[in-house]
């Protein structure tokens, strides 16, 4: 059974119910703009789930929830779902947006002061700190938090930095729901996370950015799922996130645009979304 978020709760109208899973680190993007904007464009009704991308690919392949869209923070999480093997619910993908990791922290926190006055891989060692991260097995942003640590110790000669820092991969002392992380840091349950910096933006949370050299990214696409309940409205998502106003909104909670690059069977692409995404940058 499909769970809704609070979207489920806007007044009904005539139109489709498009169901939309997406990546936890959009939930401000979908909820507080996209959600509203797309129901008065189309007619249609926005009902999203939010939570970590892998988790929710392993739920569409394991029939626990059943989609329109998929959007996802990481390419890769595709591939999970893509090719007989893997059940072929998606066939083809958009990478459409960027955004970088950063160290969110929480103002009012007793540690607030020291981001500005020492470096941040020596504040996230100071005892007493409270850190929130997700799991790396459920969320793509939990295996870049790791990555981020082992590449910060070659970076700055720190050997042990990363489990100084983490402890164990799957440390529950940090590792949270990513739907959930952002309400953590907010209520002062933790004092700083690793977030995307599209998550800080929307929230006005003050972050910390990390060096070019060492800092993953969130790479978003989205996907039509196979035997789609809804592919009418399914498309007509697709086609408003991708169109003008989608990236309007998308600009405006901090997301990076990128060119429009098609991943998988350009053939298996609805005839009302062939002509916005002709212009995508094909790969194999």
Known sequence: MLLWCSSALLPARAGSNVAVLYAGSL??????????????????????????????????????????????????????????????WVRWYVTFAQSPLVIGYNPHSRFASLWHSRPWYVVLQRPGLRIGRTDPKLDPKGALTIELM????????????????????????????????????????????????TETS??????????PAITPKALYTIALVRDAPHPRAAAAFIAFLLGPQGRKLMRAHGLALRRLTLTGDARAVPPPLRGLLRRAAPTP
């Open 202 to 211: 929307a929230a006005g949370i003050p972050s910390v950015t990390l060096p």
């Open 27 to 88: 939930i401000n993007l979908m909820q507080g703009s996209v959600a509203p904007a797309f129901d008065r464009a189309s007619g249609d009704h926005f009902r999203g789930y939010a939570g970590g991308s892998k988790l929710l690919a392993n739920e569409i392949a394991g029939h626990l929830r059943r989609a329109d869209v998929f959007l996802s923070a990481a390419p890769q999480v595709n591939a999970r779902l893509m090719g007989a093997q893997h059940g072929d």
């Open 150 to 197: 082992r590449r910060a110790e070659a970076y700055y000669h720190i050997p042990g930095l990363l489990r100084r820092v983490l402890g164990g991969p799957e440390n529950t002392a940090q590792v949270f729901p990513e739907e959930t992380l952002m309400g953590r840091l907010q209520s002062g349950q933790l004092d700083a996370g690793f977030f995307y910096s």
